[in-house]
Nanobody, 117 residues
C-alpha cells in the first residue's frame, strides 16, 4: 500500500514561515514526480509547486520567491518551505505524487495551514 503522509501545518502570523513535509512509503519514491496543492474554503484545489525526481521545480505565480519545494530521495520525503506567509495562503495543503511509470496519482490526507494575526 502506497501512503503519503503530510506534517508541519499549523497557525502562523503573517510574514512567518512554516515547513511542510510529506513522507512516502510503500513504493520507490524516486519514481514519483511530487507536487504540493492547496485548497482554500470555497475554492478549487490549485497547484502550488511541483518537483521532479531530478529536482526540477515549478511554482504557481502566487508563491514564486516565497515558497521552495525540495526532496530527499533517501528519506522518501518532499518538503515545502513557506516564507513570508500571507493570509491568502491559508488553506489545506495536500501532497501529491504521480508515478512516472503508471501515471497514477496519489494524495495525502492534507494538513491545515492558517495565516492569521
Amino acid at each position: 500500500q502506497v501512503l503519503f503522509v503530510e506534517s508541519g501545518g499549523g497557525l502562523v502570523q503573517p510574514g512567518g514561515s512554516l515547513r511542510l513535509s510529506c513522507q512516502v512509503s510503500g513504493s520507490v519514491f524516486s519514481r514519483y514526480t511530487m507536487a504540493w496543492y492547496r485548497q482554500a474554503p470555497g475554492k478549487q484545489r490549485e497547484m502550488v509547486a511541483t518537483i521532479t525526481s531530478a529536482g526540477s521545480t515549478n511554482y504557481a505565480d502566487s508563491v514564486k520567491g516565497r515558497f521552495t519545494a525540495s526532496r530527499d530521495n533517501a528519506k522518501s520525503t518532499v518538503y515545502l518551505q513557506m516564507n513570508s506567509l500571507k493570509p491568502e495562503d491559508t488553506a489545506v495543503y495536500f501532497c501529491n505524487g504521480r508515478s512516472v511509470l503508471t501515471d497514477r496519482n496519489y494524495w495525502g490526507q492534507g494538513t491545515q495551514v492558517t495565516v492569521s494575526s
